[in-house]
């Protein structure tokens, strides 16, 4: 299973970018579809999540600029970021939980992270 994320940049304060996440390879079903952000020194946190029934919920300070949402029939996470700040200047990644057959009950798999820079 592999994870290619993609959409990050370069961005100015109040813009928007949209970052994606392709899961491939065996898989029967993925489960939850996460995003989350990591600057240096600092511990990787969730900035949002999506189960498979499509339920959400993000961290407080995203709540209301990003929206998490997937694309099953494409095995595609995607979050919509609007009203960038500096403070979400970080390195972004996409975590899946996927199961790979009808007797596995999931394990977790990583992307390689995409940069997002929110400058002036």
């Known amino acids: 299973v592999q994870l290619q994320a993609s959409g990050g940049g370069l961005v100015q304060p109040g813009g928007s970018l949209r970052l994606s996440c392709v899961v491939s390879?065996?898989?029967?079903?993925?489960?939850?579809m996460r995003w989350y952000r990591q600057v240096p020194r600092k511990q990787r946190e969730l900035v949002a999540a999506?189960?498979?029934?499509?339920?959400?919920n993000y961290m407080d300070s995203v709540k209301g600029r990003f929206t998490i949402s997937r694309d099953n029939a494409k095995n595609t996470v995607y979050l919509q970021m609007l009203g960038l700040r500096p403070d979400d200047t970080a390195v972004y990644y996409c975590?899946?939980?996927?199961?790979?057959?009808?007797?596995?009950?999931?394990?977790?798999?990583w992307g390689q992270g995409t940069l997002v820079t929110v400058s002036s």
């Open positions: 999506i189960s498979s029934a499509g339920s959400t």
């Open positions: 975590n899946a939980e996927v199961r790979r057959s009808y007797f596995d009950t999931g394990d977790d798999y």
């Open positions: 390879g065996t898989i029967y079903r993925i489960n939850a």
